[in-house]
């Protein structure tokens, strides 16, 4: 269904709640605005099939703009908010954007790529304007409610954050299907996690995030209410579920860590007994953790592992974790294979790269070359996100790592994740990422940064407490896996995912020691 669907049965329910302000978007003014903005997107040129961007902090006004260009049968690109100049006008040229919207809270970038994105010929802005960009305010008014006379469903296309590198568009078969048709994702949501009317999705995350943006547009394709907060906050998220009755959220493990680092005391002030179905994915959850989250919110966990590309979904509940920990789950719509570089099927309980064997139909925008490392090397149609991991008997996976992380030390594979998951528990420990770094007898060795609960202030308590950390982590690993040397750190770069941007510290010890990766 679309949001017209659910304006016809109930104008008036909240198909989008603020949660800061707790200003409501109902469904009739959802569905008013997308057919303005397709509308005003068909009077500028704009035609099925054509590109648009945006680049838009949490706004109240960001679902009317992406189902507008749904209603129009549009491919847009959601672009983070976070970026620099010219990695948007990057993302711009390259996706064909012939459309641009922001916002006022973006208007000196707005005006640094008005001459590097010459390909744009409509460029609309939010809450005011500056030279070169028309109130998008202004031109909606102007434009009628009245659907347009051929609705076809658009799609995105989204980039990569680009953790290991330039970002690329992940471009997906567009069906040009009648607007409303039912899509795979929502049917999953109402299979797994039980999407309805009744839903109340708490969205913690930024929209332009492939997972944040598909689960709220699947929540509005089946009625349900969408809570957006501008950023995640670990305790405005638990005060969220209470105020709001949440029934649905998305978090990350990170998100997890946070919440579990709270006081006792304000983990126990809120109410979140109306949680039916918390699901998280993105990363690995370390095992701890995650038990914890179940101890503490109960039966209701849920997680999956999936990418962008939509080459395959795993999935697993509360009940097949605790009897398969630290699984991603079992695959619901592909089978998994497990190969080494060479391409030859590994058995089980050995590690290797992640194959999906679907009939998903994916490609890397303008990069024939990344879509092709994405393919099993021995030409049978199995593609992979680059990940690492085995199976068990019961053909639950495991994910270690990246391929991008793993460390190479002595010719010893070592996977940064596991000596990341037993930090991470530490009480010290805020944050934490390992990678290799470089070593002139072993090739590499492992490095780990901790951001700290309280930071050391001399050399001898950092000493002390890198000291106690390898220990910790010793307790639980090999001595090779574990860091030789810490560091600390006021912060991590971290995507407002959730999501590590690991390659950056990575990249910034390898130009140290003079050598690149």
């Known amino acids: 269904m679309f949001p017209g669907h659910y304006a016809t049965l109930n104008p008036n329910k909240p198909a989008v709640i603020d949660a800061a302000t707790g200003s409501i978007l109902t469904y009739k003014q959802l569905d008013d605005s997308a057919n303005k903005i397709s509308n005003l997107l068909r009077s500028h040129g704009l035609q099925v099939g054509d590109h648009i961007a945006l680049c838009i902090e949490n706004h109240p006004r960001y679902f009317e703009i992406i189902w507008g260009c749904h209603y129009a049968g549009l491919i847009y690109t959601a672009c983070s908010s976070r970026l620099t100049s010219d990695e948007l006008s990057y993302i711009i040229n390259d996706c064909g954007a012939k459309a641009y919207i922001t916002s006022k809270y973006k208007a000196d970038q707005a005006t640094e790529i008005l001459s590097t994105t010459p390909g744009v010929d409509l460029r609309l802005m939010i809450d005011g304007t500056v030279s070169g960009y028309d109130s998008f305010e202004d031109a909606l008014a102007l434009c009628s409610v009245t659907p347009l006379e051929e609705r ?45 009317e009744d839903v109340v999705y708490l969205s913690p995350a ?18 349900g209410t969408s809570v957006v907060m501008n950023h995640f906050d670990a305790e405005e998220f638990l005060h969220c579920i209470e105020r709001y009755k949440v029934t649905h959220t998305q978090t990350v493990p990170t998100m997890f860590v946070r919440m579990l680092k709270l006081a006792p005391e304000i983990r126990g002030k809120y109410d979140v007994s109306t949680l039916t179905c918390v699901f998280h994915a993105a ?16 039966p209701v966990i849920h997680e999956y592992y999936a990418g962008s590309e939509g080459n395959g ?17 079992v695959a619901l719509n592909a089978t998994i294979h497990i190969l080494d570089d060479e391409g030859t099927v590994l058995p089980v309980g050995e590690t290797g790269t992640v194959y999906f064997e679907s009939n998903a139909n994916f490609e890397y925008h303008n990069d024939p070359e990344k879509t092709k490392a994405s393919r099993d090397p021995l030409g049978r149609g199995w593609s992979t996100l680059g990940d690492i991991g085995y199976i068990d008997d019961d053909k639950f996976l495991y994910l270690t790592d990246r391929k991008a992380y793993m460390i190479i030390s002595g010719g010893v594979n070592i996977y940064p994740q596991e000596a990341e998951n037993v930090l991470v528990n530490h009480p010290d420990v805020v944050d934490v990422a390992v990678f290799g770094v470089p070593n002139d007898e072993f090739g590499e060795e492992v490095k780990a940064v901790v951001q700290p609960v309280a930071m050391p202030t001399n050399d001898a308590e950092r000493s002390e407490l890198s000291k106690r950390l390898i220990a910790f982590c010793k307790e639980s690993l090999a001595d090779f896996k574990c860091p030789r040397t810490i560091d600390f750190r006021e912060e991590l770069p971290r995507h407002p995912t959730g999501k590590l941007y690991k390659r950056l510290l990575k990249d910034e010890y390898w130009a140290k020691s003079g050598r690149s990766i």
């Open 152 to 196: 076809i469903d658009g799609t995105d296309m989204l980039y990569s954050s680009g953790t290991t590198g330039r970002p690329k568009g992940v471009r997906l078969e567009f069906a040009r299907s009648p607007l409303g048709t039912p899509n795979a994702l929502t049917g999953l949501g109402q299979f797994l996690f039980s999407f309805n």
């Open 313 to 329: 979904f795993v999935y697993c509940n509360t009940e097949q974790w605790l009897a398969h920990p630290g699984t991603v789950g």
């Open 206 to 223: 930024p929209l332009y995030h492939a997972a944040p943006l598909r689960w709220n547009m699947s929540v509005h394709r089946t009625g």
């Open 283 to 298: 990363a690995p959850c370390p095992v701890e953790v995650k038990r914890q989250m179940i101890t503490w919110f109960g």
